[in-house]
């Protein structure tokens, strides 16, 4: 098992991911390891400059969902434009965004 924020975001594919690995087909796993890594990676800013993801996993779901998700309370800090288009990039890498 895992605790994934990111699963609000791409759960099909980490759940891929995982059931691959724990049937043994750690090829699978791996490649859609691959295919979420700039996601996860995005989740913590350009340069991995954020320690929590949070606010960049909520500023992903409102992409995706159209739900008004992104605020977040000090001591964190929304998601700056730069962050936006890194995410936006990752999404429609994964399919998750046109």
Known sequence: ???SGGAHIAGDIEKE???AFLEGNNDLAVEKF?????LFT???G???N???PTPLVKAAFEMISGLPTSNVRPPLTPANDVEK???KQA???IGKLS
């Open 34 to 38: 691959h295919i979420l890594y700039d």
């Open 50 to 52: 954020r320690v929590n």
């Open 91 to 93: 999404l429609k890498k």
């Open 46 to 48: 350009v340069n991995r």
């Open 1 to 3: 098992g895992v605790v």
């Open 85 to 87: 288009d890194l995410l």
């Open 42 to 44: 995005a989740f913590h």
């Open 17 to 19: 991911m995982i059931n």
